[in-house]
């Protein structure tokens, strides 16, 4: 064993590892630097644990940033992404046992401040953050399985409220969140009416979604006026983060009074969507009704951690309510590939990298 190597419990954790460290802002190809000599966080602060990764999966609020935050505000050197499964090898006196296989996501205030990321052989993170990996899945299976979880499950119900029997419109059914969401809606017997490409009307509704609406014949809200649902929607989730005001301004014909359209949040693609993005949020959340704004509520998911939510995700796995999607599994050495994957905006379900090449 190298003399820079510690020992705990059996696991030997090396003083430096492989990390892909967002190093400048842009394009990932830019962005990125695949260091071989990150320092292994070993001075852990209570409660946090350490974590060998075993596949991390990509988001695309990783190459979002990328792309836009500058160095004086991000701090580079940091490491990349955010979701992972791994093995603890160091549990630091907390819930977590060394050994444990585990899955979750390290990403706000924890990420900030400590520099740390999914990309990388370990990762340090509060143990807050992670729970036990269930049995029936691969690590390739549950590393994507945090950040789009929790998203999709605190938009319907903790924000939408949504409850068994109800009807939900889904925009964006493919995309990681949407997918989720149908699977929980799913799970408590919603009717569930979805928009999607035609390319992925069968993944939808192999999840179980019980209405198509193919976005690339007509704007969704035509599809929803000319045929709207009886009853009027429950919720609305807005799953794919792109600029559709129509959808929200048309809500009325379709969402029910006291109905609730809860969006991931639009985002521009580029400087010229700016004005509308700008006309979007104004809409969305300034204009009053009685100056013709939309009579329906609008209100906006900022995923949070939250424990309980992840062990809910992980019992839903374990009793075969939840099944992750993968849409592709890459190698750590080809990890700008992944991100190519990714931003072609046409995945179905996770981009997933392997950090140990031999896990499955
Ligand atoms: N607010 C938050 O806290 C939060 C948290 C997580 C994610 N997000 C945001 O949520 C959005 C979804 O994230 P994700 O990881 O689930 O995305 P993703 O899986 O990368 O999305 C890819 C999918 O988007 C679909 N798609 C693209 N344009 C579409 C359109 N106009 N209508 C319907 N589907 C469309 C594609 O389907 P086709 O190939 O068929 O077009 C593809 O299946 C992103 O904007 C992300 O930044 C927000």
């Known amino acids: 064993m190298p003399e820079d190597t510690l020992v705990s419990d059996h696991f030997a954790i090396p003083e430096t590892q492989k990390a892909w460290r967002v190093v400048r802002k842009g394009l990932p190809s830019?962005?990125?630097h695949l260091n071989e000599k990150t320092p292994v966080k070993t001075d852990l602060a209570k409660g946090e644990v350490l974590v060998k990764v075993e596949a991390?999966?990509?988001?695309?609020?990783?190459?979002?940033?990328?792309?836009?935050?500058?160095?004086?505000v991000a701090k580079f050197p940091q490491t990349a992404e955010y979701d992972f499964s791994g093995v603890v090898v160091n549990g630091n006196g907390t819930e977590f046992k060394n050994g444990q296989e585990v899955f979750g996501s390290i990403f706000g205030d924890a990420k900030s401040k400590s520099h740390e990321g999914a990309l990388a052989q370990f990762v340090a993170v509060p143990a807050a953050n992670i729970v036990e990996r269930p049995a029936n899945i691969s690590p390739t299976g549950a590393a994507g399985l945090a950040?789009?979880?929790?998203?999709?499950?605190?938009?319907?119900?903790?924000?939408?409220?949504?409850e068994p029997g109800m009807s939900i419109f889904i925009n964006g059914g493919s995309t990681a969140?949407?997918?989720?969401?149908?699977?929980?809606?799913?799970?408590?017997?919603?009717?569930?009416?979805?928009?999607?490409?035609?390319?992925?009307?069968?993944?939808?509704?192999?999840?179980?979604?019980?209405?198509?609406?193919?976005?690339?014949?007509?704007?969704v809200h035509r599809a929803l006026?000319?045929?709207?649902?009886?009853?009027?929607?429950?919720?609305?989730?807005?799953?794919?983060?792109?600029?559709?005001?129509?959808?929200?301004t048309h809500s009325e014909k379709y969402l029910a009074p006291g109905g609730i359209f809860v969006s991931v949040m639009p985002q521009p693609d580029g400087l010229f969507d700016t004005p509308h993005l700008f006309r979007y949020y104004f809409e969305a959340l300034l204009r009053p009704t009685w100056l013709g704004g939309t009579n329906r509520k609008w209100k906006a998911v900022m995923v949070k951690v939250d424990k309980e939510d992840l062990k809910t995700i992980a019992t839903m796995v374990e009793e075969?309510?939840?099944?992750?999607?993968?849409?592709?599994?890459?190698?750590?050495?080809?990890?700008?590939?992944?991100?190519?994957?990714?931003?072609?905006?046409?995945?179905?379900?996770?981009?997933?990298?392997?950090?140990?090449?031999?896990?499955?």
């Open 30 to 32: 830019k962005a990125l």
């Open 225 to 248: 006026e000319q045929n709207p649902p009886e009853p009027k929607f429950h919720l609305i989730l807005e799953a794919v983060g792109n600029i559709d005001l129509p959808l929200y």
């Open 320 to 360: 075969g309510k939840f099944r992750p999607v993968v849409d592709s599994v890459f190698s750590f050495e080809d990890t700008l590939k992944a991100y190519d994957r990714i931003m072609t905006k046409h995945t179905a379900g996770k981009v997933v990298v392997k950090v140990e090449p031999d896990v499955e």
């Open 147 to 162: 950040m789009v979880g929790l998203t999709a499950h605190q938009a319907i119900f903790d924000i939408g409220k949504l």
């Open 177 to 219: 969140v949407g997918a989720s969401a149908i699977q929980f809606a799913r799970a408590i017997g919603c009717k569930i009416t979805v928009a999607a490409s035609g390319q992925h009307e069968d993944f939808v509704k192999s999840l179980g979604a019980d209405v198509f609406i193919d976005y690339t014949k007509e704007p």
């Open 56 to 72: 991390a999966a990509l988001n695309p609020v990783g190459y979002k940033m990328m792309g836009i935050v500058p160095a004086f």
